[in-house]
């Protein structure tokens, strides 16, 4: 079983739809969740990130964890085509070593 | 301010060949991690440094991967000899030393062994 797993899609929505996004974890002992955004032939850059449990807010976007179940999800709202994108999460293993999820393919559709 | 710099964007290659891949990061950052992205594993930790040490090179896949940081401002990557299911893109991140780490990805190397 992989640490992250999240299911690649791709996931194609309307342009103003409610996005979700998900990836479940294998370790309890994880604590620092994040959501990574990587455009088509470029790197991966941060998009958000959340300690333990609850949601963080910024903008359209919505982080959330549960930790009871060891869920992590990402939502956005008013979806855009700019927002097409392949979304990535993370945990922090040990100090700084970060384990990825597969990565969800999203295409906002105008 | 430049971010990650990674060198060449591009690299095909006869398999068999030796391939360096390098990488400047952001100035400042004391951490440097090389990451490989396919398809079919997705974005894999190699090998990563903390002011210039590696640390943690449990991810790098055989012998054949090699990885070194002569310096603050510079790190590659070598591939010796180089073989077809070596093809991937290879990113280069950094970031500072803080228990929350935001690391920022490089453009990447797209590696392609014939």
């Known amino acids: 079983q992989k640490e992250v797993e999240q299911d690649p899609g791709p996931l194609s929505v309307p342009e103003g739809a409610i996005v979700s996004l998900n990836c479940t974890y294998s370790n309890s002992a994880f604590q620092y969740f994040m959501w990574y955004r990587q455009y088509s032939r470029k790197g991966p850059e941060l998009l958000m990130y959340?300690?333990?449990?609850g949601n963080k807010e910024d903008g359209r976007f919505t982080a959330q964890v549960d930790k009871s179940s060891k869920y992590i999800s990402l939502f956005i709202r008013d979806s855009q085509p700019s927002d097409s994108a392949t979304y990535l999460c993370a945990t922090i293993q040990g100090a700084q070593k970060l384990v990825f999820g597969q990565g969800t393919r999203l295409t906002i559709n105008p | 301010d430049a971010g990650v710099i990674q060198s060449p964007r591009h690299e095909v290659t006869e398999m068999g060949q030796e391939v360096t891949l390098r990488c400047k990061p952001i100035?400042?950052?004391?951490?440097l991690f090389w990451y490989r992205q396919t398809m079919m594993r997705g974005l894999e930790l190699l090998i990563y440094f903390n002011n210039n040490v590696p640390i943690d090179d449990s991810g790098m896949p055989e012998d054949r991967f090699s990885a070194k940081m002569p310096n603050a401002s510079f790190s590659t990557l070598k591939i010796q000899p180089s073989e077809p299911r070596d093809s991937a893109v290879y990113f280069c991140?950094?970031?500072?030393?803080?228990?929350?780490?935001?690391?920022?990805f490089g453009p990447g190397t797209r590696l392609t062994v014939l």
């Open positions: 100035s400042g950052h004391n951490s």
């Open positions: 991140a950094s970031g500072r030393d803080i228990s929350y780490n935001e690391q920022f």
């Open positions: 959340t300690y333990s449990s």
